[in-house]
């Protein structure tokens, strides 16, 4: 086994896995980060999606990626947040707050994922149209779709302060 170093939310962790381990169980079962959630294991569902940041602590360009399909060591080096690591101690993110005010969640299973995909697009696009918010193709078995739809154009406004 090799040493893998990467930062999670914030927190500079070293684990000796195999490097083909999937990042999902490195999060979930060696650092109890257990809100990224395993759901289809092939990168369809994305409830497994975390970001990849430029630094550690930083929302700043933020790409969503599947660490169901990503193994641990091309997460080496890497700054990743989790939803867990989305809000600030008793500060919900503006894409948290949105996804309570239009009432997105009914299982939650998927939640996160979508969450963490709506930062990243948002990041990248402060303004998204239907057509850019339908890009975000996370599955929902509760089927919530028009409600994260609103929940984004929500948080939009709040991030751009309107």
């Not at 086994?1 to 083909?20: A, E, I, K, L």
């Not at 700054?79 to 008793?90: F, W």
């Amino acid at each position: 086994m090799t040493h893998y170093s990467f930062n999670v939310n914030g927190t500079d962790y070293t684990v000796d896995v195999p490097g083909d381990l999937r990042f999902l169980w490195v999060l979930r079962d060696v650092l109890g980060l257990t809100g990224t959630k395993y759901g289809c294991g092939m990168h369809e569902c994305r409830a497994c999606t975390a970001l990849a940041v430029d630094e550690p602590g930083s929302t700043l360009n933020p790409i969503p990626f599947a660490t169901c399909s990503t193994p641990v060591s091309d997460v080496a080096g890497r700054n990743v947040i989790t939803i867990e690591g989305l809000a600030h101690g008793d500060q919900l993110s503006p894409v948290h707050q949105a996804w309570l005010e239009v009432d997105v969640p009914q299982c939650g299973y998927c939640q996160g994922g979508q969450i963490l995909c709506a930062t990243g697009l948002l990041a990248a696009n402060p303004n998204p149209t239907d057509a850019d918010i339908d890009q975000i193709l996370n599955i929902c078995r509760c089927g919530t779709y028009y409600r994260i739809r609103e929940a984004i154009k929500l948080a939009a406004k709040k991030i751009n302060g309107a």
